[in-house]
Structure formats: structure tokens, C-alpha cells
């Protein structure tokens, strides 16, 4: 009896030659022990449909069985899910170069903002500036972001102030999102500071986002999630719960910036409010750590911001993750007190100020990441069914993630299915 051969199955796209892959594993957050225990395979190949991952097997078995339309040689090196951004603010128009050197100058945070400058400052390029010009200065940071590896950015409106500028940021941020293909996750954040015109009328200000601008957004559709920045010049606990409870009413779900620059204790606000995230953290008390464990909120630290603005406290990252929270890492992308869109940078900075292992970063900066925006069943993992976000490096392993620094590893990212970005090869035929 001769038996017939099986014809090859069509798939979109074959991943081969995969040195090795890592990954962490399943649709949750993971915390304790697991925040480091990722899946390891080598000798890989990853089978793509349709936008999904088909199958994770052996190359030959994987190169012999399925015929692709396009196929991508990891050149046996490192292959990675989609790196995950859980913090950014990527709607402004102009930067602040000048805040930068006033720090080194030695004036603080504050002081900066006190004078006028900070988030006021950002605040008036986006009221000047159309919808058009904020998805036109927006799009080139995707592309940036893309090819650093993210492939998914939460992005949070809040240099508006106002309900039509903060709409006008939101709809910007929804335009990139259409001709772009990282995925944005829109955060409202109108309680980002309270703009000139409310300074000494913050009753008022905290009425028009309560009654005018949050109900005005959720009916929009714009925003997934509702954010505070809650800080003793800012937005005190009281202001911060009675904000964050509408915004539950009106359908967002809830994001805080919380204990960055005092131990006010905005993480047991956040556990109470049962938040998607507490993110900073820098100045969170043992009792605050405690109460994020106990609720399940996500931490999401930003290890680059307290070098970018010298500050000397970090968050305890450390800690938290042997405390069992499910650490997540971000850059805080903004044009203040983090200009930095690289995950992988991040990834370093954890391993260094934190102590996290390349395991735990990589998980932080993936299915943590994804599960905070509410995104673990489809993203940050590389499995079956889940969307076939991939990032192949030059990398020979996954500890190089922590131990390699200032560049970018990024050959190829692969979104939803679809090669997207490719990096440019250094010509050495001039040499010869």
C-alpha cells in the first residue's frame, strides 16, 4: 500500500531558524516566582495566520509541514513577543530641552513646574496645534516605537486641559491609531494638573471634569481607561476617588499615577478603587505595597524617569516582585520628564536599579504589561491563538536583554501577522 503525501498547508508566514525563543506563558498576571519563569525553546520555527500564531514546534518538522507566503530567517537568534508600553504620553507638540538643563542646573521637579514650566508647558503646544498636526508629530514616534520593538503603546491624552483639547488629543490619538500599526490604548487624563484659567478655582476645574468633560468622553468612545495624577500639588486622595468613582460609573476603567514624588498613599487608593494599574511608585510604603499585593493591581514602574529628572529615589521594584506583585515596566514616553521610547533600555534599567533578572524584565515589559491594559488574552505572549506580535533580535539569548545596553536589538517586527519593520544593514562593501 503506497501511501500518499500530504500536501504542505498554506500559512501567511513561516518565523525559521529561531536560535532561541522566549516567552513567558498563559493570559495572567504573573507574579512571585512565576514573574520569572519563562518558556525556552530552540530550534524553533513559528507558524502565522490569519494574524495568529498556528503552531510553535520544531523547525524542520514546521519547515516541512507548512508552506508560507512569506518566510523570515531569525538567523538563529533571539525571537521575542512584542514588547508591551503600559505608561506613555505621546500627544504633544514641542519638546522641553530647556527643562532638561535647568535640572542639571539643579532646580527640581517642581520648581519647574511652579515657574510655569512642566505639563503648562505642554500644555499650550497642544491648544495651539490642530488634530492634524498632533497625529502628524504622533505617527513618527510610532514608527520609532516600532522600531524599538513595541508594538502595543498605552497613550494618554492630558497636555489639553480642556474638554475640547483633551477631545482633540483623544481623536489624535484614535486617527494614529487607524494609520498605524502599533496599537494604542487611549487613556483619558484631564487630571493631569489644573490649567492656568483654574488655578485659583480648583472647585471648578474638578466640576468640568466631573460633569462636562468625563461624561463627554465616555460618550465619545475615545478613551478606554481614565487616569489621575495623584500628588499633593496636583490631585489629592479625596479629589482622586470621587474622579476615578464617576469615571467607573460612566464605564472607563481606572489607571493612577500614584507615590511618585511623596508617600501620599495613592497605591491604597489604587487597591481600593480595584485599578488596572498604580504606576511610579517611587515613594510607596511598605503598607502600600501590601494593599496593591492584596487588590492584584499591576505596578508599573518607569525606571528611566527618576534619571531623567535626578531624582534619588527609585520605586522599590525589587521588593515588590518578592512581595509577589506582578511588576510591569514602561518608559513613561513624554516630552518632560522621560524623552525615551525604548523598552529595551528599560528592560536594562530594571535588571540595574531594581535587580530584576532578564526573565522577570521581559515578562514585565510583555504579559504584565498586556494583562494591565487588559490585553493578556491576545497579547504579550508567543502561544497558539494569540496574536502573532513577535520581535526577532540580533540577540544570542534572552539574558542579553538586561546585559546589553544603548542600542537597539530590533532586526525584524512582525504585527499582527505582518512584517512591518525591517532593520537597515551597515553596507561594508565600501571597505573592500
Do not use: W
Amino acid at each position: 500500500m503506497v501511501r500518499m503525501q500530504q500536501s504542505p498547508i498554506e500559512i501567511d508566514c513561516l518565523i525559521h531558524n529561531v536560535g532561541e525563543l522566549a516567552t513567558s506563558q498563559g493570559s495572567e498576571i504573573r507574579g512571585g516566582k512565576a514573574l520569572g519563569s519563562l518558556r525556552i525553546e530552540n530550534g524553533v520555527a513559528l507558524a502565522i495566520h490569519q494574524g495568529k500564531i498556528e503552531e510553535v514546534g520544531p523547525d524542520a518538522d514546521l519547515t516541512g509541514r507548512y508552506q508560507a507566503r512569506q518566510k523570515i530567517d531569525a538567523q538563529g537568534q533571539l525571537v521575542v513577543p512584542g514588547l508591551v508600553d503600559a505608561h506613555t504620553h505621546p500627544v504633544f507638540l514641542g519638546t522641553r530641552e530647556g527643562e532638561f538643563e535647568d535640572r542639571l542646573r539643579g532646580k527640581s521637579y517642581l520648581e519647574i513646574a511652579e515657574g510655569g514650566g512642566g505639563i503648562l508647558s505642554s500644555m499650550l503646544g497642544v491648544r495651539n496645534s490642530t488634530k492634524e498636526q498632533l497625529v502628524q508629530a504622533l505617527l513618527p514616534r510610532m514608527d520609532r516605537f516600532l522600531s524599538l520593538g513595541t508594538t502595543t503603546v498605552e497613550a494618554k491624552s492630558g497636555y489639553g486641559l480642556s474638554l475640547a483639547d483633551e477631545m482633540k488629543s483623544l481623536e489624535a490619538i484614535a486617527e494614529a491609531n487607524r494609520l498605524h500599526p502599533v496599537d494604542l490604548v487611549p487613556t483619558f487624563l484631564g487630571a493631569h494638573d489644573f490649567p492656568p484659567e483654574y488655578r485659583d478655582r480648583r472647585g471648578e476645574y474638578l466640576a468640568l471634569l466631573r460633569n462636562e468633560m468625563l461624561p463627554a468622553v465616555a460618550e465619545s468612545g475615545l478613551a478606554e481607561y481614565c487616569d489621575v495624577f495623584t500628588e499633593s500639588h496636583v490631585f489629592g486622595l479625596d479629589e482622586s476617588r470621587d474622579l476615578l468613582n464617576h469615571a467607573k460609573e460612566l464605564g472607563f476603567k481606572v489607571r493612577l499615577h500614584v507615590d511618585q514624588l511623596t508617600a501620599l498613599g495613592g497605591a491604597q487608593l489604587a487597591a481600593e478603587l480595584g485599578a488596572a494599574s498604580a504606576d511610579h511608585l517611587e515613594h510607596v510604603s511598605d503598607a502600600g505595597i501590601d494593599a496593591l499585593g492584596q487588590a492584584g493591581v499591576v505596578p508599573v514602574l518607569c525606571p528611566l524617569v527618576p534619571l531623567f529628572l535626578r531624582e534619588s529615589q527609585e520605586a522599590p521594584g525589587r521588593r515588590m516582585a518578592d512581595a509577589g506583585l506582578s511588576v510591569a515596566l514602561a518608559t513613561d514616553f513624554n516630552p518632560g520628564s522621560c524623552y525615551a521610547m525604548s523598552l529595551f533600555e528599560v528592560l536594562s534599567y530594571g535588571a540595574l536599579r531594581y535587580g530584576l533578572l532578564a526573565g522577570e524584565a521581559l515578562t514585565a515589559a510583555t504579559l504584565n504589561a498586556a494583562c494591565s491594559l487588559g490585553r493578556g488574552d491576545r497579547i504579550g505572549t508567543l502561544e497558539v491563538g494569540k496574536q502573532a506580535d513577535v520581535v526577532i533580535t540580533d540577540l544570542p539569548g534572552h539574558r542579553h536583554l538586561t546585559y546589553e545596553m544603548a542600542r537597539s536589538p530590533v532586526r525584524h517586527v512582525i504585527k499582527s501577522g505582518k512584517l512591518v519593520y525591517t532593520a537597515a544593514q551597515v553596507d561594508r562593501s565600501t571597505c573592500e
